[in-house]
């Protein structure tokens, strides 16, 4: 199993940056992809990025991408999701979840069984 624990969230205008967190414990946690996802009041769940368990490969959403940038430091267990040039539509209640097969990360939210509790994020024009 993994446990996730996401923080980092907060209020802030458009165009600033933030840097959300995601730690990660469990047998599992070491070797398991990690994405992010978010959801908007209102809207379903979307994915954001995700990260494979060796960090070697990362994929975006075409709306954050070369926005946003994931990396994880295994030693640490934790994922992290350096935001820049924050949007509006940013705003939502970000997760992030594990998928602890051996494979590449998926963007699909049904190959992560487990989730943290989401950290808050709002832009405001």
């Known amino acids: 199993q993994v446990q996730l624990a996401e923080s980092g969230g907060g209020s802030v205008q458009t165009g600033a940056s933030l840097t959300l967190s995601c730690v990660a414990s469990?047998?599992?946690?070491?070797?398991?992809?990690i994405g992010w996802f978010r959801q908007a009041p209102g809207k379903e769940r979307e994915f954001v990025s995700t990260i494979s368990w060796y960090g070697g490969m990362s994929l975006y959403a075409d709306s954050v991408k070369g926005r946003f940038n994931v990396s994880r430091d295994n030693g640490k267990n934790t994922v992290y999701l350096q935001m820049n040039a924050l949007k509006p539509e940013d705003t939502g209640l970000y997760y992030c979840?594990?998928?602890?097969?051996?494979?590449?990360?998926?963007?699909?939210?049904?190959?992560?069984?487990?989730w943290g509790q989401g950290t808050q994020v709002t832009v405001s024009s």
């Open positions: 469990g047998r599992a946690a070491t070797w398991s992809s």
């Open positions: 979840a594990a998928d602890p097969r051996p494979t590449n990360p998926s963007i699909s939210e049904s190959e992560y069984p487990y």
